[in-house]
């Protein structure tokens, strides 16, 4: 090999060598800009979620989780169900004594036959055994809950 063909060998490596520190600092600099992208992506999703939020307010008065069971009807229905998503399982004299407070009656047996409304709208769930009845806001319940609210798609 001759000194010429040395010489362009070692320009070869040379310039290799300078296009791959060129292509690290090219990648190093796209690290910030896609963070700032990806950033933006998830400030997009908030914002509408936010005003997703706004626009049921303005269509109903109110956002909250008895709008997704329109087949609930019954105030003392619906408020159980807020009270549920609130406090996560309670068992019927906890749903009773927070109903009383918050409206200023309650019995049990009403209750218990608004529990079983809710129950069989597929609202709720119940959870524990026979003894220790609790009742739960229904996970797809909940999942519908996130989507409205676009926490989750």
């Known amino acids: 090999m001759t000194s010429r063909e040395k010489d362009k060998d070692k320009e070869i490596e040379r310039l290799s060598n300078k296009i791959d520190n060129l292509e690290g600092m090219i990648s190093d600099m796209a690290k910030p800009y896609q963070e700032a992208m990806s950033l933006m992506a998830k400030f997009n999703e908030m914002a509408s979620g936010y005003l997703k939020i706004i626009n049921l307010y303005q269509q109903h008065g109110k956002v909250s989780p008895e709008m997704l069971v329109p087949s609930v009807k019954d105030p003392i229905a619906q408020e159980i169900l807020v009270i549920l998503f609130e406090k996560k399982e309670l068992n019927i004299s906890q749903i009773a004594d927070i109903l009383k407070e918050k ?51």
Do not use: P
């Open 103 to 153: 409206r200023g009656t309650s019995s049990r047996k009403t209750v218990r036959d608004k529990l079983k409304e809710l129950e069989d709208a597929r609202a709720i769930e119940v959870v524990g055994d026979r003894k220790v009845k609790k009742y739960k806001v229904s996970d797809e319940l909940v999942e519908k809950w996130l989507k409205l609210l676009g926490v989750m798609k």
